[in-house]
């Protein structure tokens, strides 16, 4: 049989061949620490496991959803007036099944065949999918080491600036844990406007940011709502990534033509994690704001435990992963990740499963606690990994 020419877009899935010599590692007694997904090891708020506990119990909550429950939508608005200071209307929002669905299907609902579409390099690989399988040809804007890995609008030409249907912007940014200030986000939306430019915020690690930082949204920015949506996410906040609660907002006509193409293709959010959803949006964020602190905890026990070893590592300014360059000696980041897995024990995942320019490093996923961390480097330095030519 021959199968679509659309599955030629996409490379090899890196995770399943990790996860199969992972598998075999542990056969043989060997012991691992899996840095390599970004799953919190945290658990949900009482409250949330008990709204989609109470909600499942009612026989009518397990029929077709068809639509966003009007309660969902105020809680939205309600939580962006809470966390952030921002007014939104209900018809600014609508509900994913995970940013990484959302994200997957934006670029068919937006784009034709042929349209650019700006992206970062690194980045999360679904922002590359979802605008390939919108047709679009990706140009990628590049989050270098000299810019803090940080976006700079400087950098695309005028001429591709003007063919571009929508940019991605991730802050705080997967893989590489840079944040943004709000002179950036400024610049940002000033530079969409200035070239009728969509611009599509990732947010999904607004409550993960170090060193006192505080996260925002990107309508925060004067004038964002105009050219703007943004996925906002629950999953890393509370917890709930198997869930897959998260959420398109912003400019109304674009939640429109979203929403058109997502009811094609199902047939609404399980009732019950609406109601967790709702529980999560009106609940204490006590939890939330404690729990970053304990990110910042495994951030520096893991970036200052690897400088402590001889790799210079910098610290992550945000987000629950940590961006690392390869050590010297080795030909790419796929062979480094597979040495230091063989020879410690402990599994990250390779840069260039990140875009063109995310080869050279490998990221680190903040899902174990410090004194796991801990063992985890005293393995590295032990393994003898970080210097291959000695």
Not at 101 to 127: K, S
């Amino acid at each position: 049989m021959e199968f679509s020419k659309r599955l030629e877009l996409f490379g090899d899935e890196i995770f399943a061949s990790l996860n199969d010599r992972k598998n075999e590692l542990l056969a043989q007694g060997k012991k691992i620490y899996n840095f390599s997904i970004g799953t919190p090891d945290f658990t949900p708020q009482e409250h949330i496991k008990k709204a989609l506990i109470d909600a499942a119990e009612d026989p009518e909550n397990w029929k077709y959803s068809l639509r966003d429950l009007p309660e969902l939508l105020q809680a939205v608005c309600g939580y962006y007036k809470r966390r952030f200071g921002v007014e939104i209307r209900p018809e600014q929002v609508m509900s994913c099944y995970g940013s990484q669905e959302g994200m997957g299907h934006i670029g068919m609902a937006l784009c034709n065949e042929g349209d650019t579409v700006l992206l970062p390099t690194p980045c999360y690989p679904v922002f590359i999918a979802g605008s390939l399988l919108g047709g679009a040809k990706p140009w990628y804007y590049p989050l270098s080491k000299e810019n803090g890995f940080l976006p700079n609008p400087d950098d695309i030409p005028p001429e591709v600036a003007q063919k571009a249907k929508y940019m991605i912007a991730s802050l705080p940014a997967n893989p590489v844990g840079s944040v943004g200030t709000p002179a950036l986000y400024a610049k940002l939306v000033e530079f969409c406007k200035k070239y009728d430019i969509l611009l599509i915020h990732d947010n999904a690690y607004s409550d993960i940011i170090f060193d006192g930082n505080q996260g925002h949204s990107l309508f925060n920015t004067p004038g964002a709502m105009d050219i703007g949506v943004e996925f906002f996410s629950l999953s890393k906040s509370f917890n709930v990534t198997g869930a897959r609660i998260s959420f398109l907002v912003g400019r109304a006509d674009v939640i429109a033509a979203v929403k058109k193409l997502r009811s094609q293709i199902d047939f609404g959010m399980f009732l019950p994690l609406q109601y967790a959803a709702i529980a999560a949006l009106n609940g204490p964020l006590d939890s939330v704001k404690q729990q970053c602190g304990l990110y910042q905890q495994r951030r520096d026990a893991l970036c200052g435990g690897l400088r402590g070893i001889g790799w210079p590592v910098n610290d992550s300014h945000g987000s629950m992963f940590v961006w690392a360059p390869i050590p010297a000696g080795y030909k790419n980041s796929l062979d480094f990740c597979m040495a230091l897995m063989e020879k410690s024990g402990v599994i990250c995942t390779p840069g260039s499963s990140f875009g063109p320019l995310g080869e050279g490093y490998v990221r680190f996923a903040l899902v174990m606690p410090p004194e796991k961390i801990a063992e985890a480097v005293q393995a590295i330095a032990q393994s003898g990994v970080l210097a291959p030519n000695a």
